[in-house]
């Protein structure tokens, strides 16, 4: 298959056509089903109790800006959707690790023709403890980051106003990590040098990133994000670092 150079948002609608690839649909299955299942209880929840967190949140707000609440109000629940649903995302993609780690593989398959590993269930198995590692190091370097922002929204003003911005900020970031990181790490390159390559390329890695937070806010679209990012970050993976991170 060919493949042209997009932009992140390229990248990431591209993944949702290379999900429903036939050889690819097959491997789509678990990783969907954990994220429906994650991700569709998260909605209900966070539908639940959405206006009790909008009260407590906007009880923060000093006596002084009451008369920016009409601004103030949509930010909060903005902060509320992408706080949570990020939640929801990183448990589902834990879960789900070891097949987002196998959907990669086949996709980057079928685009350059290049295997990543030996075929076999016990190639696949003997790799699980390295794959959940890896998440556990994704989330020494979230943890730090997500514990500073919770603290930004208990700003009085502050955190209701630069605090929605800040997290959609790290939000995108975080997912372009997430997802990029699977055709990485199946090629046993390390976060730090991943993180470092996703960052000479800002540009894409946020373009990428932006569209998967939107689209993870979205009901009943947003459960169909897992399998359609990992695709996209792997093409994105073929078509803008693998020949040079394999250099090195």
């Known amino acids: 298959m060919t493949l042209a150079k997009r932009s992140g948002f390229g990248y990431f609608l591209f993944g949702f056509k290379l999900a429903v690839t036939p050889g690819i649909r097959r491997f789509v299955v678990l990783p969907l089903l954990a994220n429906i299942l994650l991700i569709g209880s998260a909605l209900y929840y966070v539908l639940t109790r959405m206006g009790d967190w909008i009260d407590q949140l906007m009880s923060y707000v000093p006596d002084f800006l009451s008369w920016l609440s009409y601004i103030i109000w949509p930010l909060v629940v903005l902060s509320i959707l992408f706080v949570t649903m990020y939640f929801f995302s990183a448990i589902a993609n834990i879960i789900a690790s070891p097949f987002n780690g196998l959907l990669a593989e086949k996709v980057e398959k079928l685009l350059d023709g290049h295997s990543v590993t030996d075929e076999g269930l016990w190639s696949f198995v003997k790799d699980l403890p390295r794959i959940f590692a890896r998440e556990w190091r994704k989330l020494r370097y979230t943890i730090p980051k997500m514990i500073g922002l919770f603290i930004l929204l208990l700003i009085p003003g502050l955190g209701q106003t630069i605090g929605p911005l800040a997290w959609f900020i790290f939000t995108s970031w975080m997912l372009a990590i ?9 090629h046993k390159i390390s ?58």
């Open 178 to 186: 997430q997802y990029c990181d699977y055709p990485f790490d199946n």
């Open 191 to 248: 976060f730090n040098t991943m993180r470092m390559q996703l960052k000479e390329k800002q540009g894409r890695a946020y373009g990428f990133g932006v569209l998967v937070a939107l689209f993870t806010t979205i009901p009943f679209i947003n459960l169909l994000v897992m399998p359609a990012a990992v695709c996209g970050a792997t093409a994105m993976w073929v078509g803008e670092f693998k020949t040079e991170a394999l250099k090195q």
